[in-house]
RNA sequence: GCCCCGGUAGUGUAGCGGCCUAUCAUGAAGCCCUGUCGAGGCUUCGACUCGGGUUCAAAUCCCGACCGGGGCGCCA
């Protein structure tokens, strides 16, 4: 059986382990080499004194390349002077994968690596615990959202990703090319989820990939990001939708820092449970409170990434993290959503993290008619969106639901600067390699 | 798409018309060293994104291309 750096205690003192892993450096003193040996869970040190080792063993250390996968069969020995504790006294050492010189990049370089180099060369960004440990609590997260919705009666579900129309609109679809039919990759499970609504799976959720073209150069923009999508039927409201967000979200951090702790340390990142029950900031008070804050904005226009921002910080000055953002302007959102009688506004909300929105949902426009007009309204084609609107037109429940990034609730969570920190291999519209 | 900025050894940088045969660190190759953990000491290696132009002279100034960074719009 293979040990790693993880599973040898003082159980396995003096007795003779086999570990495999990266030969992140070596230390050759002359009379004495030590060979820090990096695996999943972190490093060990094997020490080779000359005069204890076999001449082939000693060689082999001496002359090994960095970052080199090895195997090292030897004995644990206790030791004060390392500090697990012990080391490897090694009786038999084999290169499974040797490493060209020089590296692309350095794995533990005294020099920092740009950007660009990193995500070029990302099997070997992804060497260093701190770039890994990110996709340990990413899967965690991904695990902990199934766990919530199952118990909550969701049903995870699959929707085409190889679609005829897009969601909102065509300007921010991929073409492709469908057995010569124009096609798109779906920018949202948006349409399938809602028709879901009408068939008695009355709850359901997906996490899955969405893609979009926009144009988009920032921090906080993918062209192919994971969506984490829900839908619920019988609501009686937006407030049940948010609720069960809510609910998610602290259930999810609260785990991540139970049973993600030991990727959270890897990471020197400390995560703090948001301050719950998120507080209800209309938009209409949303504006005012960054309009007092001294920020140019008309009732009506977006807040914009700088008035998010502001509201964000207004927010965590009174100890909110995560808040929601109410009631949009109906005209900023897309046909689905229903309208607020006798107001400009919709039912519709944002949750943000601060400073920063990570989900948008709401409720949506379930009568057949109202759709329509709302759809024309927007200059869209109902007779294009006709798959669509028959299964709202023979018995559709009143429903709403929500889509959240899950890179950027990972992103703010742990504090990254970047959503592509949070993605092993970002796409964004210079990226489309590696 | 718009605005600003940048591309120098494997990596990260200094230099910004002649003192450049281009700085420093890291790395790589080699040698010395029995307790390293940012090991130490010595030697060696290795670069001006590409194409035009200005000039006696271009890494340095100008134009274009390609690539990248920051911000905005849009959104998850």
């Known amino acids: 059986m293979l040990y790693d750096s ?31 040996l990096r695996d999943r869970y972190g490093v060990v040190q094997v020490t080779a004194p000359k005069k204890k080792i076999a001449p082939e063993v000693m060689q082999a250390i001496t002359s090994l390349a960095r970052e080199s996968v090895v195997r090292v069969t030897g004995t644990v020995k206790p030791s004060a002077q390392v500090k697990a504790g012990y080391e490897i006294i090694p009786s038999s050492l084999i290169v499974t994968g040797a490493a060209q010189t020089p590296l692309p990049m350095g794995v533990v370089d005294k020099v920092d690596v740009e950007t660009e180099t990193r995500f070029n060369h990302r099997y070997m960004d992804l060497r260093k615990p701190e770039v890994r440990a990110v996709f340990e609590i990413k899967s965690l997260t991904m695990r902990l959202i199934d766990e919530y919705l199952a118990d909550n009666g969701f049903v995870e579900v699959f929707t085409p990703k190889l679609v005829a129309s897009g969601a909102e609109g065509g300007s921010t679809l991929f073409k492709v090319d469908y057995f010569g039919k124009q096609a798109y990759l779906a920018q ?3 349409l399938y989820k809602q028709m879901l609504m009408s068939t008695g799976l009355d709850r359901v959720f997906e996490i899955g990939p969405a893609f979009r073209a926009e144009p988009s150069d920032t921090a906080r923009h993918v062209s192919e990001f994971i969506s984490f999508d829900g839908e619920m039927a019988h609501i009686d409201s937006q407030r049940d939708v948010m609720a069960m967000i809510e609910g998610c979200t ?31 900031v209309s938009y209409e008070k949303a504006v005012g409170m960054v309009q007092g804050a001294g920020f140019k904005i008309e009732l009506g226009e977006d807040l914009g990434t700088e008035g998010e921002k502001l509201l964000g910080e207004l927010m965590v000055q009174d100890g909110y993290e995560m ?47 109202r759709l329509v007009q709302r759809m024309e309204k927007m200059q869209l084609d ?8 028959n299964a709202f037109a ?41």
């Open 250 to 280: 602290q259930f999810v951090i609260a785990e991540v820092k139970e049973r993600g702790d030991w990727a959270l340390r890897a990471l020197g990142c400390d995560v703090a449970v948001p301050k719950a029950p998120y507080p209800v």
């Open 6 to 36: 993880r599973s040898i205690t003082a159980n396995e003192y003096e007795k003779e382990v086999t570990v495999e892993g990266w030969a992140q450096e070596v230390r050759n003193l002359g009379g004495i080499s030590f060979l820090i």
């Open 323 to 369: 808040y929601w953002i109410a009631e949009y302007p109906e005209a900023a959102k897309p046909f689905y959503i229903m309208e607020k009688e006798g107001t400009p506004y919709s039912y519709s909300f944002d949750l943000d993290y601060k400073g920063q929105e990570i989900s948008s949902g709401g409720q949506r426009e379930h009568r057949y008619d």
């Open 188 to 190: 949202s499970p948006q």
């Open 382 to 389: 109902p007779k294009s969106f006709e798959f669509y609107l």
């Open 394 to 434: 023979y018995g559709m429940p009143a429903h709403g639901g929500w889509g959240l990034g899950v890179e950027r609730m990972v992103q703010k969570m742990l504090g990254l600067s970047n959503i592509r920190e949070t993605i092993l291999f970002p796409r964004d519209r210079n990226r489309l390699v590696p």
